[in-house]
């Protein structure tokens, strides 16, 4: 039995979506309940762990460089653990290790078991309870939580669109029971929480596994409910899933932002049916309209996937012209890489890199002028921006951080009053293409 108290420091490092940030939170907290404690720095953690993605090629590129460079640390000092998880880990551990050389513990990012069953090898947990609870007020709950959180409600994905790896490695959909959700939802408003965005990777999907008829809508409806919550917001839908029940439920509650995030992925529909999402360019526009009749304000933003296997020059106009019919708001574009597992990597990658990296641009470059547009429209207006961080967009300039309930990005001078989390009205004066200043009225 340990007969003195030793505090592991960790430190955590996590690429990716919004589901991944929500499991290093996750870890985090498994780590502080065993009593480590967050590292300052990561040369000083006796725990490293590596949260990585695998969405793109390039994604996994990082956590392989990332994983190279801390073999240093690893030399230094041997007695630092690595760990990997997120979605570079397979279910075929041993696939992941030869891909992944160099860490000590992998384990996939839905089964922190692994995790903590991994560490209860290297590092037993001391058997006398009177160590823990002295280890726990040690560690306490320190971590600061700003005023816009996270909060995952299903985990996985049950589609199988020909390009995504993520149902590979997260595995079938599976939904949080409404009342942890609402559990937790609650706790964090006690903590000071204001905006809670609920995750899923088809979060509009949720609830369907219940075969209850409990659904996304519900669920909104019942947070919508906690007193002190200012916001709620939802990704990432999926648009063959969004009901008319749904869309009336975001109109109508006040809390609920005008935002909703619908990767429509191409503007084809021969690449759009080669990709297997199921609906098509009309159905597309169709529900683009039907979601703004109901809620004229509401901004939409998107995901798109540039140089898919087959993709013309004419398809990908397409997609430029569709990106002119529904202007949305921010549009994030990818290009296609083939990810093992999936079916369309077993498809000839036919369109060259430079196709792809042009096609990239001048989608870029439109979606700009587009942006820019919305936002020139919004000068010298007023709008409701709720303070997220104390975060700069230049160096010599103090700034807060803030985002409208449209998800726009914007900047307000920094002065003496604590405007952190708070709820402002600001006037917009200059914009670009990504975010706006603005002062507050
Ligand atoms: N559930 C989301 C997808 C999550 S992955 C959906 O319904 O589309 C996040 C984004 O990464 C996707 O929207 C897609 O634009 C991009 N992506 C996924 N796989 C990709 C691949 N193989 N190559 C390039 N981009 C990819």
Not at 151 to 179: A, H, M, Q, W
Not at 346 to 372: C, F, G, H, T
Request: charged share 30%.
């Amino acid at each position: 039995m340990a007969s003195t108290v030793d505090t592991k420091r960790y430190w955590i490092w996590t690429v990716g979506c919004q589901m991944n940030k929500v499991d290093s939170d996750r870890v985090a907290e498994t780590m502080r309940a065993r009593g480590y404690i967050p590292a300052e720095r990561e040369e000083d953690a006796d725990i490293v762990v590596l949260n990585s993605c695998a969405v793109r090629e390039s994604a996994e590129r990082r956590v392989s460089g990332k994983l190279g460079n801390l073999q240093q640390l690893k030399q230094d000092r041997p007695e630092t653990l690595l760990v990997l998880t997120g979605c570079s880990v397979s279910p075929d551990f041993e696939a992941t290790r030869k891909r992944f050389k160099g860490a000590d513990i992998y384990f996939q990012p839905t089964r922190l078991d692994q995790f903590t069953e991994a560490l209860d090898k290297v590092w037993p947990l001391p058997s006398d309870p009177g160590i823990m609870a002295c280890w726990q007020e040690q560690s306490g709950d320190t971590e600061e939580q700003g005023p816009c959180a996270y909060v995952p409600i299903s985990n996985g994905c049950d589609k199988l669109c020909t390009y995504c790896i993520v149902p590979y490695r997260r595995g079938r959909e599976k939904s949080r029971p409404v009342f942890d959700i609402v559990e937790e939802c609650g706790s964090l408003v006690k903590r000071g929480v204001k905006e809670i965005t609920l995750v899923g990777q088809r979060v509009n999907a949720y609830g369907r596994d219940f075969k209850d008829g409990t659904d996304l809508a519900d669920l909104l409806t019942l947070v919508h409910d906690i007193p002190d919550l200012v916001r709620l917001r939802f990704l990432t839908s999926y648009p063959k899933d969004m009901s008319d029940k749904l869309i009336e439920t975001v109109a109508g509650l006040d809390k609920v932002c005008e935002h909703i995030h619908l990767p429509v992925q191409s503007g084809s529909n021969a690449v759009l049916e080669n990709m297997r999402r199921g609906y098509s360019r009309e159905d597309y526009l169709a529900l683009a309209q039907r979601i703004r009749r109901a809620a004229p304000n509401l901004a939409l933003s998107t995901d798109i996937i540039v140089g898919f296997p087959g993709e013309t020059e004419e398809q990908y106009a397409e997609t430029l012209s569709l990106l002119e019919e529904v202007r949305f708001s921010t549009v994030y574009v990818a290009a296609y890489s083939p990810r093992p597992g999936t079916l369309a990597h077993r498809w000839e990658d036919d369109v060259p890199k430079e196709v792809k990296k042009e096609r990239l641009q001048r989608l870029d470059a439109l979606q700009q002028r587009i942006s820019m547009e919305q936002h020139q429209m919004l000068k010298h207006q007023v709008t409701e921006v709720l303070i997220d961080s104390a975060q700069s967009e230049r160096k010599d300039l103090p700034q807060w951080r803030g985002r409208t309930r449209q998800n726009r990005l914007v900047f307000v001078p920094r002065g003496d009053q604590d405007l952190l989390g708070q709820t402002v009205t600001v006037r917009i004066e200059k914009v670009s293409p990504f975010a706006m200043q603005g002062a507050v009225a």
